[in-house]
């Protein structure tokens, strides 16, 4: 699978964007995905991840509460929207994708995705 981030952007702190991920191929809904970030000289981490069912989701602590992910499996496009932004949340985003058996199954480890985006910036200005 490709996958195509997109929908970074400069916003203000308390600000919202909702980044977007396009993933080609028929089987988008055998894929567990997730969203990951890396601001500079820091190693990427986890963000969220959603099933593939999209009943099940999972955030980092630094994001729950303030970013939702979601997914359309028809359109298979993955969201994240980003809400009340603060200046630690620039950085580059990453989707990720990988296929799994299970419809409930969440991952949030780098090593666990198969599949990776080329990563859309996000830049919070205070």
């Known amino acids: 699978v490709q996958l195509q981030a997109c929908g970074g952007g400069l916003v203000l702190a308390g600000g919202s964007l909702r980044l977007s991920c396009a993933a080609s191929g028929r089987t988008f809904s055998s894929y567990v995905m997730g969203w990951f970030r890396q601001a500079p000289g820091k190693e990427r981490e986890f963000v969220a991840s959603?099933?593939?069912?999209?009943?099940?989701?999972v955030y980092a602590g630094s994001v729950k509460g303030r970013f939702t992910i979601s997914r359309d499996n028809a359109k298979n496009t993955v969201y994240l929207q980003m809400n009340s932004l603060r200046p630690e949340d620039t950085a580059v985003y990453y989707c990720a994708a990988d296929p799994q058996s299970w419809t409930t199954v969440v991952l949030t480890t780098t090593a666990a995705y198969d599949y990776w985006g080329q990563g859309t910036l996000v830049t919070v200005s205070s």
């Open positions: 959603i099933s593939r069912d999209g009943d099940n989701t």
